[in-house]
């Protein structure tokens, strides 16, 4: 087997029947094949590689390049999606020499971090990764949010197609990127895309002309369902502008559907408000995301939940392995390699857990990723406060 990296327009004949089978309703057809190939040139900042043999691609993976906050300051991401092998080739080993290889070659690059959806959470749990939350979805009835049509509020929703809001929802987007833990953006060669993507509405939400909130949605159908994406806002009054104008659809729709972040409480959202809040994860459709770090750096400059130190030691990883004091001091991480004795070792889906502020250093022990003794323990715990991440980009 050979590795070999491809270009944007070659992932068409090597790629996409691996893609297909996987992923799509099959035999495709022609058609399917060309809309694919048609969608290639918004694939060429990423970097496709695949395992051959006899001149036949057998197993596929990739990485797009992002951008993602992690406690505050914005890191280089790669998203890595398009993993499939061919049936007859599966259970040994391509997929996971080739995301070794994607790993290293990202890394290179200078991507810090990276993210994915898994289909089996352990196989990726074997790379590094480690579970992060899944959006929330908060379904109700219009009526429930009948008191918000009475209210005054200083700010406007403009209701447009994705393609003309694109502007403005995109660039919403970027601010919550320098804003939002966790939240995470496409570069523009593949944001490019979503402007052309199936047709949705958007609804944006100003006040004072700056934009507050945008969600997009569909109508399913007169007396169903209106389907939104993620609700997102720079705070209270975008999202209650958005659940404002979703109020003005009573007699219209049903149901409203809206994804949300882990910190979102919509029962708050009003007084008698029916409403269903669902955190959904299955395999291999809805995985929960997964990130890692891919260079200890990551962490240099990150917020420190206290002015502390302590010596760890990461096991098990090719890219991050070695000793490493961790120190809070003014507000800042700093990491160095030392060679010190570690008060903690710790796999990397260890410290990526920590770093990413889901799992308490108690959690690291419980969930297999570390051994440490009680000093450490206070002492990472300090360092990394918990702190949920909210993964805005679905790929
Ligand atoms: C999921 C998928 C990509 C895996 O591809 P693959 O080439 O079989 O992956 P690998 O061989 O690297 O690993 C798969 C399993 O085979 C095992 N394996 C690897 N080499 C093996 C060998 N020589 N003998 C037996 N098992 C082996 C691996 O350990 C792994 O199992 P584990 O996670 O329980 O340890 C492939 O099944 C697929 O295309 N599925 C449909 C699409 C999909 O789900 N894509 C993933 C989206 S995130």
């Avoid at 004949?13 to 040139?41: C, G, H, I, K, N």
């Avoid at 998203?79 to 007859?88: I, K, L, T």
């Avoid at 944006?204 to 934009?211: K, M, P």
Wanted: proline share 5%; hydrophobic share 45%.
């Amino acid at each position: 087997m050979q590795i070999r990296q491809v270009s944007a327009d070659e992932r068409t004949d090597t790629m996409f029947p691996l893609q297909a089978y996987a992923f799509m309703p099959s035999p495709w057809s022609d058609a399917e094949r060309e809309a694919y190939a048609r969608r290639m040139v918004f694939y060429r900042t990423a970097t496709s590689l695949v395992a051959e043999e006899d001149g036949q691609a057998l197993a596929g993976v990739a990485a797009f390049p992002m951008r993602q906050n992690v406690r505050g300051v914005v890191q280089d991401m790669a998203g890595v999606a398009s993993v499939a092998a061919h049936p007859s080739a599966r259970r040994r080993g391509f997929v996971r020499e080739l995301m070794i290889r994607l790993l290293r070659q990202t890394r290179e690059q200078g991507c810090a971090v990276s993210a994915l959806y898994p289909f089996r959470p352990s196989f990726y749990g074997r790379l590094g990764y480690v579970g992060v939350p899944r959006v929330r979805t908060a379904s109700f009835a219009p009526e429930g949010l009948a008191h918000l049509l009475r209210a005054e509020l200083p700010g406007e929703v403009e209701r447009l197609r994705l393609a003309e809001g694109f502007d403005a929802y995109n660039d919403l987007t970027l601010r919550l990127l320098e804003k939002r833990h966790g939240f995470s953006v496409y570069d523009e060669t593949r944001t490019a895309e979503f402007r052309e993507s199936p047709p949705l509405w958007v609804a944006v939400a100003r006040v004072d002309g700056e934009v507050v909130g945008a969600v997009t949605y569909r109508i399913a159908e007169y007396g169903g369902d209106l389907v939104a994406g993620d609700l997102l806002t720079t705070g209270p009054m975008g999202r209650a502008l958005l659940l404002q104008f979703f109020a003005r659809h009573v007699d219209q729709v049903a149901r409203i559907e809206v994804k949300i972040g882990v910190d979102e409480v919509p029962e708050l959202w009003g007084t008698d408000f029916a409403v269903l809040t669902e955190g959904r994860v299955d395999h291999p459709r809805r995985g929960a995301p997964m990130v890692r770090l891919l260079t200890m750096e990551a962490l240099d400059g990150l917020p420190a939940g206290a002015d502390t130190a302590v010596t760890v030691e990461v096991v098990d990883d090719d890219l991050l392995a070695g000793r490493y004091r961790i120190t809070g001091a003014g507000g800042a991480l700093k990491v160095e390699a030392v060679r010190g004795e570690p008060e903690a070792t710790l796999t990397c889906a260890g410290i990526s857990a920590l770093a990413y502020g889901v799992l308490d250093p108690v959690e690291v022990i419980t969930r297999g990723f570390g051994q440490m003794g009680a000093s450490a323990v206070e002492a990472l715990g300090a360092l990394f406060p918990k702190s949920m991440p909210y993964l805005f980009a679905d790929f």
